[in-house]
């Protein structure tokens, strides 16, 4: 699986967008990108994934770059329930063989009102 | 919603007791995981499973063993708990497939061994 590198922290204001970036250079063609949060003293919780196309859905935005090497996970309207680590982990789905991600460190996002 | 429980958000055991975690999915999940969570070393997967009755180790499995009698428990074992399997454990479950690496959580059980 593809090694990511993420921001260690960042910041943002309630009501303001919140942008984490994620780099995975070395991302082959098959490996799809997830992202998951943790909220404090809570399981991790999947937010979406994707492959190459932009996916949206009720938590979330993903934007994948055309070289796919890097992306952008876009919450609209960041509030402070949204503090919380953020994990990105790219892994190529194997069927029935899957579910062994690698959590790295994250990034702990920390919306101030 | 998906919902994963786990028996115990905190446990407290001696050392060289057995010690047995639980985890009941209400989804009819084809898998499920056991992880640790410890600070500084992030989520390590300790063991599996795709099918009732079946298992398979992960990256960690040394001093664990686990049991799948039924599709929606998975039991984490600790033979004889030592003082470093104090930890957060979170169970996870996924549907199968193609859908397996959208994991859904516990709360988890933050074991201390004394």
């Known amino acids: 699986d593809a090694k990511t590198t993420q921001p260690t922290s960042m910041d943002c204001a309630e009501g303001r967008a919140a942008n984490l970036p994620c780099n995975h250079s070395?991302?082959?063609?098959?490996?799809?990108v997830y992202w998951y949060r943790q909220i404090h003293s809570q399981g991790p919780q999947y937010i979406i994934h994707?492959?190459?196309n932009n996916e949206t859905n009720e938590m979330a935005s993903l934007i994948i770059t055309e070289d796919r090497k890097s992306s952008t996970l876009i919450l609209p309207h960041a509030t402070l329930r949204d503090t919380a680590v953020y994990y990105c982990?790219?892994?190529?789905?194997?069927?029935?063989?899957?579910?062994?991600?690698?959590f790295g460190q994250g990034t702990e996002l920390s919306v101030k009102p | 919603d998906v919902k994963v429980t786990q028996s115990s958000r905190y446990l407290v055991k001696r050392t060289g007791e057995k010690v047995f975690l639980e985890c009941v999915q209400d989804?009819?999940?084809?898998?499920m995981f056991w992880y640790r969570q410890d600070p500084g070393l992030g989520l390590r997967l300790i063991y599996f499973s795709y099918d009732v009755k079946m298992k398979e180790k992960g990256d960690i499995p040394e001093g664990y063993s686990v049991s799948r009698e039924k599709k929606e428990r998975f039991s984490l074992i600790l033979e004889s708990a030592s003082t470093n399997q104090t930890s957060m454990y979170l169970c996870a479950s996924s549907l199968g497939g193609m859908s397996n690496e959208k994991l859904f959580f516990g709360s988890g059980t933050q074991l201390s061994v004394l």
């Open positions: 070395t991302i082959s063609g098959n490996e799809y």
């Open positions: 994707g492959l190459k």
């Open positions: 982990i790219v892994r190529h789905p194997i069927y029935n063989q899957g579910g062994k991600l690698i």
């Open positions: 989804m009819d999940h084809e898998n």
